[in-house]
T-cell receptor
Framework: DQQVKQNSPSLSVQEGRISILNCDYT??????FLWYKKYPAEGPTFLISISSIKDKNEDGRFTVFLNKSAKHLSLHIVPSQPGDSAVYFCAARARGDGGSQGNLIFGKGTKLSVKP | NAGVTQTPKFQVLKTGQSMTLQCAQDMNHNSMYWYRQDPGMGLRLIYYSASEGTTDKGEVPNGYNVSRLNKREFSLRLESAAPSQTSVYFC????????????FGPGTRLTVT
């Protein structure tokens, strides 16, 4: 059963507008959440993260919001640029799960297209 | 600093052939990981090594073996390749197993015919 879900396989946004990528999770033992960005033929690169004790983290044009009661997080990109076009993966870190503690569990990804 | 490097970048195998994917990191990280990425499936953990000298199964270990050769290197072996193992393989590393982020290599695209 999927513990980290990204229900939108794709998202198309106009340049300059806001992009909102969503992620839901089921495991209340997750203590840290990350967003990775992946361009074609490259490995994923870390973008931004948030601890479960916070509800918002901001880094330039990127902001991640965490709603623990809803088990939901979102990544906001403002303003969106054509160079942001990539696949975005949400990931969660498990806590207190024996030997696999600390391993990341990834969602299936959302492909963002930012049109000029 | 090269970060995480993987060889080869591309490989085509016939069913039943074997091969080893190589991964090395120069960040002095303790933990290393192997993932596979399939269309619509995200990244799934095959094996990981929390520290030098230890390896453990991840979510999809069947058909694979790993070796943590030293602190820098972590290899993934396919003993008898199957078409279901056609995928893009990523190696990653992190400072510790319970760490803030993992750093990924560029990937190996493997096709099994």
């Amino acid at each position: 059963d999927q513990q980290v879900k990204q229900n939108s396989p794709s998202l198309s946004v106009q340049e300059g507008r806001i992009s909102i990528l969503n992620c839901d999770y089921t495991n209340s033992m997750f203590d840290y959440f990350l967003w990775y960005k992946k361009y074609p033929a490259e490995g994923p690169t870390f973008l931004i993260s948030i601890s479960s004790i916070k509800d918002k983290n901001e880094d330039g044009r990127f902001t991640v919001f965490l709603n623990k009661s809803a088990k939901h997080l979102s990544l906001h990109i403002v303003p969106s640029q054509p160079g942001d076009s990539a696949v975005y993966f949400c990931a969660a870190r498990a806590r207190g799960d024996g030997g696999s503690q600390g391993n990341l569990i990834f969602g299936k990804g959302t492909k963002l297209s930012v049109k000029p | 600093n090269a970060g995480v490097t993987q060889t080869p970048k591309f490989q085509v195998l016939k069913t039943g052939q074997s091969m080893t994917l190589q991964c090395a990191q120069d960040m002095n990280h303790n933990s290393m990981y192997w993932y596979r990425q399939d269309p619509g499936m995200g990244l799934r953990l095959i094996y990981y090594s929390a520290s030098e000298g230890t390896t453990d199964k991840g979510e999809v270990p069947n058909g694979y073996n790993v070796s943590r050769l030293n602190k820098r290197e972590f290899s993934l072996r396919l003993e008898s390749a199957a078409p279901s193992q056609t995928s893009v393989y990523f190696c990653a590393s992190s400072e510790q197993q319970v760490s803030y982020e993992q750093y990924f290599g560029p990937g190996t695209r493997l096709t099994v015919t």
